[in-house]
C-alpha cells in the first residue's frame, strides 16, 4: 500500500488514520501539539510514526484533518514542502451554531486551501460528509469527492476504495461547497432523530 500524511491529531485523524492502517497503508501524523501525535501514534499502532509539523510530509497524499478555522494556516506554515502533493481537505466551514456556512459560493474551504499551497499540489474535497464514529466502524461507506485534477482523483478514489468505501466522485473543486453543504445537510438530519451512526449514500439502481 501506500504512506498517508495527516495533519492533525483529533477525532477525524484518529478515524482516518485508524482506518488506513487496518487496511495496509503507512501512516505519518504531525501536528502543532507532538505529544498527542505520538500518543495517537502508538494508539494507531501498526508502525503508525510522527513527522515534524511544518516539514516534508512522507505521503503523497496528505489529509488535513483540522478545524476549518486553522486549516489554512495549517498548510501556509508547510509552504513548498506541499509542492506535488494531494491535498485532501475534510474540513467542515460551519457557523457557531451549525445553522449555516462561514464561506460563500466560489470560496469553499477545498478553495481557500487550494489558493494557498503551492500551485503544483492538487486539492481533493473528501471525507466531510463522514462522522468520525461512523468511519472508524469499518464498514462499507459512500466517499464522496471533488477536485479539478483527473489524476489526483483517482488517488484518492483508489484510496478511499482500499478502505472499503465507495467512491463517488461529485465533479470539479467548485463541487466542494456542495459537499460542505450536505456536510451540514447530515448534521442537521442526525441531529433532528436520525442520531449520528448515520452516513450519506447512492443508491444505484
Do not use: C
Not at 501536528?31 to 515534524?52: E, N, P
Not at 468520525?132 to 489526483?152: C, M, N, R
Not at 460542505?180 to 445537510?185: C, D, K, P, T
Amino acid at each position: 500500500m501506500s504512506t498517508i500524511t495527516i495533519i492533525g491529531s483529533g477525532n477525524m485523524a484518529t478515524a482516518i488514520g485508524t482506518r488506513a492502517a487496518k487496511h495496509g497503508h503507512a501512516v505519518e501524523l504531525m501536528s502543532r501539539d507532538a505529544a498527542k501525535a505520538q500518543s495517537l501514534a502508538d494508539q494507531i499502532g501498526s508502525g503508525a510514526t510522527v513527522g515534524t509539523f511544518g516539514a516534508k510530509p512522507a505521503g503523497d497524499i496528505v489529509i488535513v484533518a483540522v478545524l476549518h478555522a486553522g486549516a489554512v494556516d495549517a498548510v501556509t506554515r508547510f509552504g513548498d514542502a506541499l509542492a506535488g502533493k494531494i491535498i485532501v481537505d475534510i474540513t467542515n466551514p460551519f457557523n457557531t451554531d451549525a445553522s449555516g456556512l462561514t464561506t460563500t459560493d466560489g470560496d469553499s474551504a477545498a478553495q481557500q486551501i487550494a489558493a494557498a499551497v503551492p500551485e503544483s499540489a492538487r486539492v481533493v474535497k473528501a471525507f466531510n460528509t463522514i462522522f468520525g464514529g461512523v468511519l472508524a466502524k469499518d464498514q462499507p461507506l459512500e466517499g464522496f469527492f471533488a477536485g479539478d485534477s483527473a489524476e489526483a482523483k483517482a488517488s484518492v478514489g483508489a484510496f478511499l476504495e482500499s478502505l472499503d468505501m465507495r467512491p463517488r466522485d461529485a465533479g470539479g473543486l467548485r463541487m466542494a461547497a456542495a459537499l460542505e453543504w450536505a456536510g451540514l445537510l447530515l448534521v442537521g438530519v442526525a441531529s433532528n432523530g436520525a442520531g449520528f451512526d448515520v452516513a450519506l449514500g447512492v443508491d444505484a439502481r
